[in-house]
């Protein structure tokens, strides 16, 4: 059974970071694409951040802030997110996609409020 599950989301004050991971099982992970998604309240989900074999896209609303890593040995991508600001509220989504193959998480909510 395929599972992705997130954690590491919470309150946070503007300006503050937060590290999420997601942790993959049931997949040969180190071959999949991996990806963070959020999405804010009333908004559509959007493409955060990508991991593919050979390179990492973020997107712009997130450059220089947040950073993407995998470490395939565990089987886990993680978001590290600095200088977060209240428009970076939302759930933030892991996806793992290889061809047909596409797998979500459940979510993990991030509030950035003081």
């Known amino acids: 059974q395929v599972q992705l599950v997130e954690s590491g989301g919470g309150l946070v004050q503007p300006g503050g970071s937060l590290r999420l991971s997601c942790a993959a099982s049931?997949?040969?992970?180190?071959?999949?694409?991996m990806e963070w998604y959020r999405q804010a309240p009333g908004k559509q989900r959007e493409l955060v951040a990508q991991?593919?074999?050979?390179?990492?896209n973020y997107a712009d609303s997130v450059k220089g802030r947040f950073t993407m890593s995998r470490d395939n040995a565990k089987k886990t991508v993680y978001l590290q997110m600095n200088s977060l600001k209240p428009d970076d509220t939302g759930v933030y989504y892991c996806?793992?996609?290889?061809?047909?193959?596409?797998?979500w998480g459940k979510g993990t909510l991030v509030t950035v409020s003081s």
């Open positions: 996806r793992g996609t290889l061809g047909v193959r596409d797998y």
């Open positions: 049931g997949i040969a992970f180190s071959i999949y694409a």
């Open positions: 991991v593919t074999s050979g390179s990492i």
